[in-house]
T-cell receptor
């Protein structure tokens, strides 16, 4: 089974709607990284969370880390077509390398 | 600072042919990562270099994949011979300078094996 589970696998929302993507680890998290990827391209770093309860925002994207649940959520407020893409979470499990979720594919309909 | 450069961006080959990818990481960064990302999956680490030495190649299929990093700067990843299941995006990444696991990725090379 996956060490890092992302949900949902895919999401289609209407422009202007809010959405949440979750990333859950089966092991203790020492760092959680969110990236965005356009189809067939490289990953673009969004945010990094390291401390329990930490919350970071960038424009209309907010990410939180729940250390107890070993889970992070990525929330997009008032989604826009430019938010479309694949969102990937990567986790540092204290072995000096990242493991990755399978990604959440987001489509935003205008 | 300049980002991670990769070439080619796209490559189409037939099975059993050979192919090579090139990566120029962020200047001055000792660590370099090569990932394979199959459609619909997250990146899978193939090999990690520290300067020109290999730190981790546990998931590199060594019977057909090879990588080198001469002089601890540019790196090449080679597949010989390619199989259909090697079709994927190959990503090169450099770490950030913050000492955590933040990584900066190149645009990737999309490989299609026919």
């Amino acid at each position: 089974s996956q060490e890092l589970e992302q949900s949902p696998q895919s999401l289609i929302v209407q422009e202007g709607k809010n959405l949440t993507i979750n990333c859950t680890s089966s092991k203790t998290l020492y760092g959680l990284y969110w990236y965005k990827q356009k189809y067939g391209e490289g990953l673009i770093f969004l945010m990094m969370l390291q401390k329990g309860g930490e919350e970071k925002s960038h424009e209309k994207i907010t990410a939180k880390l729940d250390e107890k649940k070993q889970q992070s959520s990525l929330h997009i407020t008032a989604s826009q077509p430019s938010h479309a893409g694949i969102y990937l979470c990567g986790a540092d499990l204290n072995n000096r390398k990242l493991i990755w979720g399978l990604g959440t594919s987001l489509a935003v309909n205008p | 600072e300049a980002g991670v450069a990769q070439s080619p961006r796209y490559k189409i080959i037939e099975k059993r042919q050979s192919v090579a990818f090139w990566c120029n990481p962020i200047s001055g960064h000792a660590t370099l990562y090569w990932y394979q990302q199959i459609l619909g999956q997250g990146p899978k680490l193939l090999i990690q270099f520290q300067n020109n030495g290999v730190v981790d190649d546990s998931q590199l299929p060594k019977d057909r994949f090879s990588a080198e990093r001469l002089k601890g700067v540019d790196s090449t990843l080679k597949i010989q011979p390619a199989k259909l299941e090697d079709s994927a995006v190959y990503l090169c990444a450099s770490p950030g300078l913050a000492g955590n696991n933040e990584q900066f990725f190149g645009p990737g090379t999309r490989l299609t094996v026919l």
